[in-house]
């Protein structure tokens, strides 16, 4: 979506960065009140868009007078010309940030219901989404919530983790709020990295490949592709044209992605090389089989008595052929899924086959790796440098590794 100032001419340069601040109806609200004074400190631009309960709670003139600007509670405005300011303000801003988010307007997020200003603007935005959820702990933990914020996730918004303390209903446990100061330093580092890989071609693999055995049957391994889908939104969020290698997954490709649908390591193979010279990193994420079959059956193996003894073949190694395609200039990062020595086996890894970068994961651990949503990684570059990337979303990990690869790539 082309950005327009507010006298509809396409925007020139960045100027302040303009936030929307969605306020609903928690009762953290008057946390949301400090949060515009914050931002404008920082030098923000601020719109405030109140959804009708969230007005009931504290008044709109509160948030007109802090921020500056007229204050959005309605969808239809009444009288005089239809306004469709919710699309206008889509084409304002460089930030949609919710804070407070009620387990309602997760909710109209995640299943995209439109029937109030803030959730119909959701729909309409191309800009970044910052969400700050905030309620009673027991709601915070409700499947219906977990599961909202999991298809809100995986459309690549932010979320500010909740703190624990204690709640205003009473309670000392998980939903609170975080202060407005943090709010609006998350929001800031949000806007300065959403461009940072702007107009830059990013080529991810992603998922399981799966050699055949006959017809029917094949080898394949336990990947997902969480990891690599991760990698590719973060990248696309943050301004790149990202071309996404798949083998056979579950997932639905990231929106804006240029999906290549494979299915075996040799077309993962020619996948790569074909996309590899027209791009400036590569994110090996995929989990490419080792070995193949020597020979594919033409038919069923029928059931009978005995064992069936495989005759297996290595595939070929493609970070090991991508070296001699590599280009200066050109970033090659990949992954390794250990199970022991994960560091050391890694950092072989890393030195054989010439990369820039890997991030190892160990896939035996419990709760992360293999088709959870959550990992650990530990970063590895040439010379022994080393950062690790405790447990946490894989949605996180990603924006850690595109952290990494911009700081390398922009020579901070
Ligand atoms: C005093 C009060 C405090 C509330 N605090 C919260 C809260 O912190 N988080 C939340 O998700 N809902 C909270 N609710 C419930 C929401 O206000 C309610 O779900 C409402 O429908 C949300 O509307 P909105 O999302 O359109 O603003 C609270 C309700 C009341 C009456």
């Not at 490709?253 to 290549?260: A, D, N, Q, T």
């Not at 570059?381 to 946490?392: K, N, S």
Request: charged letters at 25%; glycine letters at 8%.
């Amino acid at each position: 979506m082309v950005r327009v100032d507010t006298d509809g001419n396409e925007r020139a340069g960045k100027g302040p960065f303009r936030v929307t601040l969605g306020v609903s109806a928690g009762i953290s609200i008057y946390k949301a009140c400090d949060l515009v004074r914050r931002l404008k400190e920082r030098g923000c631009e601020v719109r405030v868009v109140m959804t009708g309960h969230a007005a009931q709670m504290v008044a709109p003139v509160t948030f007109q007078a802090l921020s500056g600007n007229a204050v959005i509670t309605d969808l239809f405005t009444g009288a005089g010309e239809p306004s469709i300011a919710h699309i206008e303000l889509a084409k304002w801003e460089d930030l949609l940030l919710v804070a407070p988010a009620t387990a309602n307007v997760l909710g109209k997020f995640a299943r995209g219901i439109a029937d109030d200003f803030l959730s119909t603007h959701y729909l309409a935005t191309t800009a970044p989404v910052l969400l700050a959820p905030a309620m009673n702990g027991n709601m915070w933990r409700h499947p219906a919530v977990r599961e909202n914020l999991k298809i809100l996730e995986e459309r690549g918004h932010v979320f500010l983790q909740p703190g624990r303390g204690s709640l205003a209903c009473g309670d000392v446990d998980e939903g609170r709020l975080p202060e407005p100061v943090a709010i609006a330093e998350e929001a800031l580092l949000l806007l300065s990295k959403a461009g940072d890989l702007s107009g830059m071609e990013v080529l991810v693999t992603a998922g399981p490949t799966r050699e055949a055995l006959d017809p029917v049957r094949f080898l394949s391994n336990r990947s997902s592709g969480k990891m690599g889908y991760a990698v590719a939104r973060e990248a696309l969020r943050r301004g790149a044209q990202v071309t996404l290698i798949s083998g056979p997954t579950s997932l639905e490709p990231p929106r804006g992605s240029r999906l290549v649908p494979v299915t075996t390591a040799a077309e993962m193979e020619a996948a790569v090389a074909q996309h590899f010279p027209a791009c400036q990193v590569l994110v090996m994420a995929a989990a490419v089989a080792d070995y193949r079959a020597a020979q594919i059956l033409p038919d069923k193996r029928k059931k009978a008595k005995g064992g069936w003894t495989l005759a297996l073949e290595p595939t070929a190694d493609i970070l090991s052929n991508i070296r001699g395609l590599k280009k200066k200039g050109q970033f090659v990062c990949g992954f390794a899924a250990e199970t022991e020595e994960v560091k050391a086996n890694a950092r072989k890894k890393l030195e054989d086959k010439g990369l820039d970068l890997i991030a190892a994961n160990d896939v035996s651990a419990e709760g992360v790796g293999f088709d959870s949503d959550r990992n650990a990684l530990i970063l590895l570059w040439p010379g022994g440098a080393e950062e690790r990337v405790p447990e946490t979303t894989k949605a996180a990990c990603s924006r850690a590794l595109w952290d990494a690869i911009s700081e390398a790539l922009h020579g901070a």
